[in-house]
């Protein structure tokens, strides 16, 4: 079966193989051109979307030096995959976490496994928490206060913790002429 390298790889391998006036340059990549095809997020500061960047990049070879499929791979590598899945579960990471679910259902981890349900699990409470955080911050700006209420009460269903909510209820308070304190 035949290898499917990635495509942001693919073109991050093409910029850097041959250059105008230079030879190839093969094991001496240049990482500022990778940083920029797979770009920065907007929404992170430059630190963090460098570190997700390098770590998407990490991801990316990884994939690609795997000696072979990782269905084929048998009951090592579906340990490993386990172990990585668990690693990441206990970091609390959504990224970490989404990146190792999917490398372990490759590695042929079945949704009976309890670390798969734990992943999958996990990334419903951290997108709930993300969106919940999201429409706060958007209410908080609007400086409505019904906005504020109903974000407020999504945050609440989405169990994100009372301190990530403080902000809003201030605002909520100064929106309604109350003094903060």
């Known amino acids: 079966k035949p290898l499917k390298v990635p495509e942001d790889l693919v073109r991050f391998l093409r910029v850097c193989g041959t250059k105008p006036g230079q030879e190839a340059s093969r094991g001496k990549p240049d990482y500022q051109v990778l940083l920029t095809i797979l770009g920065a997020r907007e929404d992170l500061g430059w630190k963090e979307a460098d570190r997700r960047d390098l770590l998407e990049f990490e991801m990316l070879v990884r ?98 913790p009372e301190e990530e909510t403080t902000s809003a209820r201030t605002a909520l308070d100064e929106a309604d002429g109350f003094p903060p304190g």
Do not use: F, W, Y
């Open 63 to 160: 994939e690609v030096n795997t000696p072979q499929p990782r269905e084929a791979c048998g009951e090592a590598c579906s340990e490993l995959a386990r172990q990585e899945l668990n690693a990441a579960i206990a970091s609390k990471d959504r990224e970490r976490t989404r990146d190792a679910l999917r490398r372990a259902l490759a590695a042929g981890l079945k949704d009976d496994v309890a670390a798969v349900r734990s992943a999958r699990l996990l990334m419903q409470d951290e997108e709930a928490h993300a969106l919940a955080r999201a429409t706060l911050q958007a209410a908080v700006a609007s400086r409505e206060s019904r906005r504020i209420c109903s974000a407020l009460r999504e945050a609440e269903m989405a169990g994100l």
